[in-house]
Nanobody, 126 residues
């Protein structure tokens, strides 16, 4: 079992920044990559970013590319999402997720990921 805990969410003005953290514990050796997803009220959960524990295999959704940066600290079993130039449309609950497979097929789908955190709220005011 892998346990994921997100932190770092909060309220920020448009144009501001936040850094989310996701601490992984348990059988983390079984996981190959980590992803961030988000879900806004009334919308489907959507892919945000993905990275492998080695720091490679980085992908972003078009909506956050150039503004968000995903990174890992393998020694701390922690994944980060640095969010800059935040917009009101970035308001959502942000979830981290763990993928135990090394394949890339469908990496932007929720079903690709085996373990999920409880989420952290990010609210961007205009």
């Amino acid at each position: 079992q892998v346990h994921l805990v997100e932190s770092g969410g909060g309220l920020v003005q448009a144009g501001g920044s936040l850094r989310l953290s996701c601490a992984a514990s348990g059988r983390t050796f079984r996981t190959y990559a980590m992803g961030w997803f988000r879900q806004a009220p009334g919308k489907e959960r959507e892919f945000v970013a993905r990275i492998t524990w080695s720091g490679g295999g980085i992908y972003y959704s078009d909506s956050v590319k150039g503004r968000f940066t995903i990174s890992v600290d393998d020694a701390k079993n922690t994944v980060y999402l640095q969010m800059n130039s935040l917009k009101p449309e970035d308001t959502a609950v942000y979830y981290c997720a763990a993928d135990t497979s090394s394949t890339l097929i469908g990496f932007y789908y929720q079903s690709k990921y085996d373990y999920w955190g409880q989420g952290t709220q990010v609210t961007v005011s205009s």
